[in-house]
């Protein structure tokens, strides 16, 4: 443990939370491509319920996790002061948003795609069999990736509680 003169008891952050840094980046440009986000996002604080209708959005829901990736990558940068619940809280309020976003993604697409048209470019287009997925459950390797990455987050929390024995202890 090393202990600096003027701040905190702090602990090196495991090789699992560092690396949270690029699996932050990725995940973000992810959902930035896959549902179009703008550069800013505006969020209504009228009153309380305003929230109500903005929350049940897609794209806000993903703006926010966004956010909280953000936030992730800057906690998981070497250097970088943080504590073991920061950790777990942000990976906490980003599990639910990441869980759903590969499924967000699809009903996103489905409900955007004229398939009127879509069908007449299949018509034109060459057709090879090895692109047809014969199962409808034959993963795609987009959304694997996706959840490989959202798994690391999981790993990070984990190795943030071993090191901090269950603990609050700052990393830095």
């Not at 990725?26 to 309380?48: A, G, S, Y």
């Not at 070497?78 to 950790?87: A, M, Q």
């Not at 694997?144 to 830095?172: C, D, T, W």
């Amino acid at each position: 443990m090393e202990n600096t003169h003027d701040g905190p008891e702090t602990l090196p952050k495991p090789d699992e939370l560092l690396a949270l840094h690029s699996v932050a980046a990725r995940l973000f440009d992810t959902l930035r491509n896959w549902f179009d986000i703008e550069p800013k996002v505006t969020i209504d604080l009228t009153e309380i319920d305003s929230a109500v209708i903005e929350l049940s959005s897609p794209s806000m829901i993903i703006a926010m996790a966004m956010r909280k990736l953000q936030a992730l990558h800057l906690i998981s940068t070497p250097g970088v002061l943080t504590t073991t619940d920061t950790v777990i809280a942000i990976v906490n309020d980003l599990d639910r948003a990441l869980l759903q976003a590969p499924s967000m993604r699809l009903e996103r697409e489905a409900d955007m795609t004229n398939w009127d048209e879509a069908l007449a470019q299949m018509k034109k287009e060459e057709i090879h069999p090895e692109d047809i997925p014969t199962l409808a459950s034959e993963p795609d390797p987009e959304i694997e990736e996706f959840q490989v990455h959202h798994e690391a987050l999981h790993h990070a929390v984990r190795a943030i509680v071993e090191a901090s024995n269950g603990e609050i202890k700052y990393f830095q």
